[in-house]
Every structure is written in structure tokens, then in C-alpha cells.
């Protein structure tokens, strides 16, 4: 199987439904920030230090396949239980850390610099599924999750910071 289409050199792409669309659709631009967020996770992933961290790391990026899929199809991939699960973790590793007093820079260590890029590139990805949700129903969770998500992300970075 031959891994070019020649679909887009007109314009169009597939989406995960295998709905013909313009590569200008909301939809597309969701989904390549879907992918950039799991890229971006998973070079974090190569340089964190922390077990608990690069593993929660490799779920996350194998979770938003799910996202992705559930904003698409509004399939109810996501639950409340997702959100509980990210809550607890952000909960974990703040009671590991200091309380924060100030703004921090973001990314001083190498591991926490993917991490807040990881987090900066989330919060890119909510504000297209916001606008998405303009002209489309999606499962709200879905925004939930990407929400704690890039607060999760911060706080692993301030994990990741605290190791090095």
C-alpha cells in the first residue's frame, strides 16, 4: 500500500470518518493539533526523568487518539472518569511539590522545557476545539480533558524541574 493519496494535491483530505473534506476545514486544523500534541508529548516522553511521569506520558498520548476520534464522531469516548483520573494525578504530584508562590519561567531543565511545550501547544489545541464547537456539537468532556490536561502538563513540568 502506497502511503500518498495524491488527494490533497487538490485540496481535500479524509477525515478519521473518511469524510472528504478541504485541508482548510476546522476539523483538519483539530486534528493536526491532536497529532502536534502527541508528537510534542512524546519527545517529552525521550527526556523526562521521572517513571511516573514518562509513563502517565505514553497513556496521554495514546489517550488523545481517543479525543481525536470522539470530537470527530461525538461518540462519547471520553467520560467523566477520564477527568477524575487527570485530577487525581494533578492532585498527586501537587502535594509532592512546594506550593508555588510566583510566576515560574517555564522550561529552566531540558525534560520540563518539552513538557511546557507540550502544555503550550494543549492549550493551542483547546482554543481550536473551542472554535470548533461554534458550528459543531461535541462531547464536553472532551474540552475538560484537554483543560486538565495542560494543567497536568504543568505540573509535571514543575516535577521534572524539582529532579534536575
Same mark, same amino acid.
Given at each position: 500500500?502506497?502511503?500518498?493519496?495524491?488527494?490533497?494535491?487538490? @485540496?481535500?483530505?479524509?477525515?478519521?470518518?473518511?469524510?472528504?473534506?478541504?485541508?482548510?476545514?476546522?476539523?483538519?486544523?483539530?486534528?493536526?493539533?491532536?497529532?502536534?500534541? @502527541?508528537?510534542?508529548?512524546?519527545?517529552? %516522553?525521550?527526556?523526562?526523568?521521572?517513571?511516573?511521569?514518562?509513563? &502517565?506520558?505514553?497513556?496521554?498520548?495514546?489517550?488523545?487518539? &481517543?479525543?481525536?476520534?470522539?470530537?470527530?464522531?461525538?461518540?462519547?469516548?471520553? *467520560?467523566?472518569?477520564?477527568?477524575?483520573?487527570?485530577?487525581?494525578?494533578?492532585?498527586?504530584?501537587?502535594?509532592?511539590?512546594?506550593? !508555588?508562590?510566583?510566576?515560574?519561567?517555564?522550561?529552566? *531543565?531540558?525534560?520540563?522545557?518539552? &513538557?511546557?511545550?507540550?502544555?503550550?501547544?494543549?492549550?493551542?489545541?483547546?482554543?481550536?476545539?473551542?472554535? %470548533?464547537?461554534?458550528?459543531?456539537?461535541?462531547?464536553?468532556?472532551?474540552?475538560?480533558? &484537554?483543560?486538565?490536561?495542560?494543567?497536568? !502538563?504543568?505540573?509535571?513540568?514543575?516535577?521534572?524541574?524539582?529532579?534536575?
Amino acid at each position: 500500500m502506497k502511503i500518498y493519496t495524491k488527494t490533497g494535491d487538490n @485540496q481535500f483530505t479524509s477525515t478519521i470518518l473518511a469524510e472528504n473534506v478541504k485541508k482548510s476545514d476546522l476539523i483538519i486544523e483539530v486534528s493536526g493539533n491532536i497529532d502536534e500534541t @502527541q508528537s510534542a508529548i512524546m519527545v517529552a %516522553y525521550n527526556f523526562v526523568i521521572n517513571n511516573e511521569v514518562k509513563d &502517565l506520558l505514553k497513556n496521554i498520548a495514546e489517550k488523545l487518539f &481517543l479525543v481525536g476520534y470522539d470530537i470527530a464522531s461525538n461518540k462519547n469516548e471520553i *467520560s467523566e472518569s477520564d477527568i477524575s483520573y487527570l485530577e487525581n494525578k494533578i492532585d498527586y504530584f501537587s502535594n509532592i511539590l512546594p506550593p !508555588l508562590n510566583s510566576f515560574i519561567l517555564p522550561g529552566v *531543565s531540558k525534560s520540563s522545557s518539552f &513538557l511546557h511545550l507540550a502544555r503550550t501547544i494543549v492549550r493551542r489545541l483547546e482554543r481550536s476545539v473551542v472554535e %470548533y464547537t461554534l458550528k459543531n456539537k461535541i462531547n464536553r468532556f472532551c474540552l475538560m480533558y &484537554l483543560n486538565r490536561l495542560s494543567d497536568l !502538563l504543568f505540573v509535571m513540568a514543575r516535577i521534572e524541574e524539582n529532579n534536575e
